[in-house]
């Protein structure tokens, strides 16, 4: 199971701010080290740093979009994916 610490960002927020903070789980609920992929449904406007999903470029448009996050463990044979949305509020 893949989760995100936040579903929101500013349209204000600067080139590489953190959106959110992504965590790869196993079955058992531990934590597992992991790198992290989006598909190309993220439209360039959203990409990964490490284990945070991060604004690409700054004046990200209001809206709703649709991230595809694709995890695999480092160490255990683990693959995982998650769909979130994330809302860019103008604020």
Same mark, same amino acid.
């Given at each position: 199971?893949?989760?995100? /610490? #936040?579903? %929101?960002? /500013?349209?204000?927020?600067? &080139? #590489? @701010?953190?959106?959110?903070? +992504?965590? +790869? *789980?196993?079955?058992?609920? %531990?934590?597992?080290? @992991?790198? !992290?992929? +989006?598909? =190309? @449904?993220?439209?360039? !406007? !959203?990409?990964?740093?490490?284990? #945070? +999903?991060? $604004?690409?470029? @700054? /004046?990200?448009?209001?809206?709703? *979009?649709?991230?595809?996050?694709?995890?695999? $463990?480092? #160490?255990? &044979?683990? %693959?995982?994916?998650?769909? !979130?949305?994330? %809302?860019? =509020?103008? =604020?």
């Amino acid at each position: 199971m893949i989760i995100i /610490s #936040n579903l %929101t960002v /500013s349209s204000k927020a600067a &080139a #590489n @701010a953190v959106v959110g903070a +992504l965590t +790869l *789980y196993d079955a058992a609920g %531990t934590v597992r080290a @992991a790198n !992290f992929m +989006l598909d =190309t @449904a993220a439209a360039g !406007f !959203f990409g990964i740093s490490g284990n #945070n +999903l991060v $604004a690409v470029r @700054a /004046s990200v448009p209001v809206g709703l *979009y649709g991230v595809h996050v694709c995890g695999n $463990a480092e #160490n255990v &044979a683990q %693959t995982d994916e998650a769909d !979130f949305i994330i %809302t860019v =509020t103008a =604020t």
